[in-house]
């Protein structure tokens, strides 16, 4: 188990160790999360890395990460626990074949944490050897707001109220990290718990010294150029602009295909790694990907001078 990063370097490191390159304001939103003991919130469009800093955090930690997806309809039952009706019908039926009639005894019995069926949050909450655990709510925007409402415990005090059971509290604070593609706004009472932060895309110069830790087989010329060219449809009107995952993805597919530099015909039969709506591809692919191929190696050839 590696111990909390001290300092700002200390976390650039940290996050470098799982191969994340990250600018120092996002080294500093997630040490000042740590050292503070709240919840990071990250926002930003999907495919920028907000997933990865909190499995990042799990691998170079060394603690366990419970990861919450959420969706549209997440209910409590899902998310925090649930009782195991079948086994405690079971359970009553076996009581009342052995002339158990006390109804506290048994309601005492079968409302005990043997027939809890622990779900993530629930989960997150139980320390372990190796330390608090890593909570990954990921795409909290999917969910809608009754069950942010019930977020607002969790994150103020880290314990889950059971009826049944009384409160369940944390004995120390796990490592949250949330995010959202921002679908819709979150209420302010909860990002008020949370040390806030945009992830936005990379410049090139980061970009490209992502793609080179992540993927290191790939050519350096292959690389600059796909950077080059990604950064360049980011630029252009489309329905989902490629972010970092994508930039990977592609890349890895055309290593896949043996390429050591972009080429028209590259381009045109990969774009579905990086391109992920068919409106997207028919816009770009053709004559448009051979004019921005033209322009990223104008623009490499101009700055070798």
């Known amino acids: 188990m590696a111990a909390i990063p001290r ?9 470098r160790q799982g191969h994340y390159i990250a600018d120092r304001s996002l080294a500093t939103a997630v040490f000042l999360s740590l050292k503070l003991k709240r919840p990071l919130f990250l926002e930003g469009e999907a495919g920028v890395g907000k997933t990865e800093i909190a499995k990042v955090l ?3 930690l060394g603690r366990t990460l419970v990861r919450l997806q959420c969706y549209e309809g997440l209910d409590v039952a899902s998310a925090v626990y649930e009782w195991d009706y079948p086994r405690q019908m079971l359970e009553i039926r076996l009581a009342e074949a052995a002339h ?10 079968i409302f005990s944490e043997r027939f809890l069926i ?4 629930l989960q997150a909450l139980e320390s372990e050897a190796s330390g608090p655990k890593v909570l990954l709510i990921d795409e909290l925007d999917r969910t809608d707001e009754p069950f942010e409402a019930f977020l607002l415990e969790l994150l103020s005090d880290f314990q889950v109220t059971i009826p049944e059971l009384g409160v369940i509290k944390a004995g120390e604070p796990p490592i ?4 959202s593609n921002r679908t819709r706004e979150i209420h302010d009472a909860l990002k ?36 080059a060219f990604v950064q360049k449809l980011r ?6 602009l490629p972010g970092v995952a994508e930039t990977i993805d592609w890349t890895d597919a055309l290593v896949q295909l043996d390429q050591v530099t972009l080429t028209p015909d590259s381009i045109d039969h990969s774009l579905g790694a990086l391109l992920k709506y068919q409106d997207d591809i028919a816009r770009i692919r053709g004559s448009e990907a051979a004019k921005i191929l033209e322009e990223v190696r104008a623009e490499m050839a101009a700055a070798r001078r």
């Open 7 to 15: 300092n700002i370097e200390e976390t650039l490191t940290l996050l």
């Open 58 to 60: 799990s691998t170079t």
């Open 100 to 109: 158990i009639d006390s109804k506290e005894r048994i309601a005492a019995d």
């Open 118 to 121: 622990k779900r993530p949050l």
């Open 176 to 179: 949250v990290v949330i995010t």
């Open 192 to 227: 008020r718990r949370c040390f806030y932060y945009w992830v936005d895309y990379p410049n090139a110069e980061r970009e490209l010294e992502i793609l080179r830790a992540r993927l290191p087989a790939a050519s350096m010329d292959l690389s600059r150029e796909v950077v």
């Open 235 to 240: 630029g252009r009107d489309l329905f989902k």
